[in-house]
């Protein structure tokens, strides 16, 4: 019977993290920064530790974009930081980044190497003293980490624990609550683009979507008017606005990697005169916030992110969903 171990980092505070997740969305930070700092603890604990760091879920608990909206603005403007002044007295330039305070529980995946055992209780103490002294020097999503207010864990699962919803598998979710987990929704993308009509097939070509029409379709709150029928004590009828969205479900624009747009290879005074370098633009898909309950969560599978590399289309992903 297979065994999985997972490492949770619970209620992780950070202050001031990237809320900028692509060149035109700011909000819930991307999740190649999230799979990024996975990484960076990886290599970290390689120094000592044989194992790999395999597929990561994230839960929100809470979240505070940095943004201001007055009483008649009709869209929020960033609350952001300056430099000291110079010696003229003026301020320099600066570029408006987008921040967010947040506290989040992270569940990482363990893949242990043969000559590493993490079932001894010696090893599993030292393991998580290590992690725990790691993540007092690392930065998440850009922003700083504050003092750890709980003690980072190792959980055993099986695969009978999983299938039959055991106690384990329940207080492994319960660790990740109250809070929303993070899944991929390109499904939806997927499905609306497939069932869109043909180029044949439309005569006004302004009412053709791309996808990021569906995309912007899928997170637009649309308003109409109701009108209600006169009542015995007004003679007149009443307009009421009632406002829904496509589908329903807590959905966000998300994003999660890169694809290339340049040959792979070296570009001028790079860094790492070793590393092939090449340009890429982010991607965007649809993302959705749900509870962890055993209701909408089989499987940790379900809500985990692991990285997808596709050289033939130069697409470096983080991906959740399993599907082509």
């Not at 992780?12 to 999230?34: Q, V």
């Not at 496509?246 to 959905?251: A, F, H, K, N």
Request: net charge negative.
């Amino acid at each position: 019977m297979t065994t999985r171990t997972f490492l949770l980092l619970p209620r992780l505070n950070i202050h001031n993290a990237n809320a900028m997740s692509s060149p035109y969305t700011i909000g819930f930070p991307a999740m190649t920064a999230w799979l990024g700092a996975m990484h960076a603890l990886q290599r970290k604990l390689q120094t000592k530790w044989p194992v790999k760091l395999f597929q990561l879920a994230i839960s929100c608990h809470q979240m505070d974009l940095q943004t201001y909206k007055g009483k008649n603005d009709f869209i929020s403007s960033i609350i952001g930081t300056a430099n000291p002044l110079d010696k003229d007295g003026n301020r320099p330039p600066f570029i408006e980044e987008a921040r967010c305070h947040l506290s989040v529980s992270l569940l990482i995946e363990i893949r242990q190497e043969s000559d590493m055992n993490l079932a001894e209780n010696e090893s599993r103490s030292a393991f998580i003293q290590d992690v725990t002294q790691l993540l007092n020097t690392m930065k998440f999503a850009g922003g700083d980490l504050m003092p750890l207010s709980q003690r980072v864990q190792l959980i055993d699962i099986s695969e009978d624990d999983i299938e039959t919803e055991s106690v384990v598998y329940l207080k492994l979710l319960c660790s990740l609550m109250p809070g929303y987990v993070l899944i991929e929704r390109r499904d939806l993308l997927i499905k609306a683009l497939n069932n869109a009509p043909d180029d044949h097939q439309t005569s006004n070509h302004s009412s053709e979507k791309d996808i990021l029409d569906i995309l912007l379709d899928y997170i637009s709150i649309h308003h109409h008017p109701v009108e209600s029928q006169p009542s015995e004590t007004s003679k007149t009828a009443s307009v009421e606005w009632i406002a829904h969205r496509q589908t329903s479900g807590w959905l966000v624009p998300i994003a999660v990697g890169f694809q290339g747009i340049s040959p792979l290879g070296h570009a001028q005074n790079q860094r790492d005169v070793d590393t092939p370098h090449r340009f890429a633009e982010s991607i965007i898909t649809l993302g959705e916030f749900i509870m962890p309950q055993p209701l909408r969560i089989k499987n940790p599978d379900d809500f985990l992110w692991r990285y997808d590399i596709d050289d033939e289309n130069n697409l470096y992903l983080c991906r959740n969903q399993s599907i082509a």
